[in-house]
């Protein structure tokens, strides 16, 4: 069994649509997650990090982190096509130095 | 956050060479890590690179194949040795500082090797 999964996709959806983006993980010591977008082509590029358990907000993103399900989830409001892209869910545990434990990524796209 | 500057950006190979990816960070950081990408599948942890000492390589890399270098606090190379069809992957470079949740990526060194 992987640490994290995460369903490859392709998840696509219209415009304006809300996009729930999801990741399951076994390793209970994980405290930091974090969500990346990847365009074709492109580095990951960091979106959102959350500690521990709760809801971050930015924007149209939402970041959910339910500890005691290990189960993390992305929402994306109001989606747009530049919206299209791989987002790959990552944790870590508590310390600076451990390291980041990437899901496949979920391929999205979002047509007009 | 900082900005890193990945070169090159893709390269072909004959197999049995060996091909240095280099990796300039725009601020000092503490941590550099270097990924493996293959299509499909998630990141690879290869190795976190020590400024100054030798890298921390993750199990199935080894240094003989995969020697890192880091001179100062902003720089990293990773060197793919006697490379084969197999190696054909996208690497990628990673920065941030140690308090960092996340980390800053490079965009990548796609490698084909023929």
């Known amino acids: 069994q992987k640490e994290v999964e995460q369903d490859p996709g392709p998840l696509s959806v219209p415009e304006g649509a809300i996009v729930s983006l999801n990741c399951t993980y076994s390793?209970?010591?994980?405290?930091?997650f974090m969500w990346y977008r990847q365009y074709s082509r492109k580095g990951p590029e960091l979106l959102m990090y959350?500690?521990?358990?709760g809801n971050k907000e930015d924007g149209r993103f939402t970041a959910q982190v339910d500890k005691s399900s290990k189960y993390i989830s992305l929402f994306i409001r109001d989606s747009q096509p530049s919206d299209s892209a791989t987002y790959l869910c990552a944790m870590r545990g508590r310390y600076n130095t451990d390291k980041l434990i990437f899901g496949t990524g979920t391929r999205l796209q979002v047509f007009p | 956050s900082a900005v890193i500057s990945q070169k090159p950006s893709r390269d072909i190979c004959q197999r049995g060479t060996s091909l240095t990816i280099q990796c300039q960070v725009d601020s000092q950081v503490t941590m550099m890590f270097w990924y493996r990408q293959q299509p499909g599948q998630s990141l690879t942890l290869i190795a976190t690179?020590?400024?100054?000492?030798?890298?921390?390589?993750e199990s199935g890399f080894v240094i003989d194949k995969f020697p890192i270098s880091r001179p100062n606090l902003t720089f990293s190379t990773l060197t793919v040795s006697n490379m084969s069809p197999e190696d054909s992957s996208i690497y990628l470079c990673?920065?941030?500082?140690?308090?960092?949740?996340?980390?800053?990526f490079g965009s990548g060194t796609r490698l084909t090797v023929v």
């Open positions: 690179a020590n400024q100054g000492s030798e890298a921390t390589y």
């Open positions: 959350t500690y521990s358990s």
């Open positions: 390793n209970s010591a994980f405290q930091y």
């Open positions: 990673s920065a941030g500082q140690g308090s960092s949740y996340g980390y800053t």
